[in-house]
């Protein structure tokens, strides 16, 4: 049991804990046309992540 309980203490201790800032902002106030071009702005702006990290 103190095994399991290391090595799973070693394992959450190694992972990551960066936090990916996410620039896009949903509020409740919006309606489907301007949700609509928030996204398409954001798509134009942002690209693909890179999966080499």
């Known amino acids: 049991m103190k095994k ?5 203490l070693i ?3 190694s992972c990551s804990s960066n936090m990916v800032k996410n ?8 309606n489907f046309d301007e949700f609509q071009v928030m996204l398409e ?8 992540p890179n999966i080499d990290n």
């Open 4 to 8: 399991i309980l290391i090595l799973l």
């Open 41 to 48: 702005e954001y798509s134009k702006n942002k690209s693909y």
């Open 11 to 13: 394992l959450i201790s």
């Open 23 to 30: 620039d896009f902002v949903f509020s409740n106030d919006m």
